[in-house]
């Protein structure tokens, strides 16, 4: 009998039962013939320390965080890299070495998923269009930033929040009025939807995007529905769309290398596991 520890690792969020990497992480481990764990975890947001700090002497080597979580997180970790604080919150930690290491994937699995299912696009090529500011704005502006996008354009209901934002990531961002907001489309190149608009059980997005540039690609980070208005409202002025599965699967790369040893592969055999019923 082998004296190996089994690895575990597991999300954490409150709630908790929405989640989907538990059948990402659950299906590589599954694939890959990996002799390890992950679960999901409820925790109420005055118990994240405890528990944070407990989790490594149950033999967890990490964990993904989600809502309410992700900044308290960033707080908690002894050592941070550097897109999780150019991003302000955290959603991967590695237990190692008696400390807690914290990351943000969110930026680097948008442009993974941007890369892999429209290889021609080209984020230096013009300005991108962000709908929304909320918190997983931070990681899309963070990672259209970091591949060479030369401004953004960002548009939210409540423009205090993109304020905030602008501030945050600096002069390359520029905030419009949501009354405006069918100009952040104009010439731009890329344009995302960051907004909970035309999620199950919201409003329908319902701005117009003829605006954009000829052979520009549009993305939406929501993945219920998997074909959403603000990408049916792109196919109709011809525009290229990515949908928002593949950030969800591609964020979870870097976690499940560092918990479990592999680089996973994201592919149709995934998606179909992630959106069976």
């Known amino acids: 009998m082998s004296a190996d520890p089994i690895p575990l690792a597991g999300v954490i ?10 059948r990402v992480h659950g299906y590589w481990l599954n694939f890959l013939g990996i002799s ?4 999901p975890m409820g925790v109420a947001p005055e118990d994240l320390e405890t528990v944070l700090r407990t989790l490594p002497k149950a033999g967890f080597v990490g964990c993904n965080v989600t809502l309410p979580h ?10 941070v ?9 955290a959603n991967t930690l590695v237990f190692k070495d008696g400390k807690i290491h914290a990351d943000n994937t969110d930026g680097y699995g948008f442009i993974a ?9 080209r984020p230096e090529a013009g300005p991108a269009a962000v709908f929304g500011a909320g918190g997983a704005a931070r990681g899309v502006i963070d990672g259209l930033l970091t591949a060479g996008v030369p401004e953004i354009r960002l548009t939210n209901r409540t423009r205090a929040r993109a304020e905030v934002l602008a501030q945050h990531f600096g002069d390359k961002v520029t905030v419009i009025h949501w009354e405006r907001a069918e100009t952040a489309a104009a010439g731009a190149n890329t344009l995302v939807n960051t907004t909970s608009l035309g999620m199950e ?7 117009s995007l ?18 959403t208005p603000f990408l049916k409202e792109a196919r109709k002025h011809g525009l290229q769309t990515v949908d928002g599965l593949g950030m969800l699967l591609h964020q979870a790369v870097p976690g499940f290398n560092a918990w ?14 992630v959106l069976a019923p």
């Open 36 to 39: 390890g764990h992950y679960v």
């Open 81 to 89: 890299s550097d897109r999780a604080a150019r991003v302000g919150a």
């Open 201 to 207: 059980g919201q409003p329908p997005f319902t701005l």
């Open 260 to 273: 479990f040893g592999t680089n996973p592969l994201v592919d149709d055999a995934l998606r179909d596991v």
């Open 13 to 22: 969020g409150w709630p908790i039962g929405h989640s989907k990497s538990p």
């Open 210 to 227: 003829a605006g954009a540039a000829k052979g520009a690609l549009a993305t939406d980070i929501v993945y219920v529905p998997l074909d």
């Open 113 to 121: 998923n941007l890369k892999q299912n429209a290889p021609d696009w």
């Open 70 to 79: 992700k900044e308290a997180a960033l707080a908690l970790a002894d050592e």
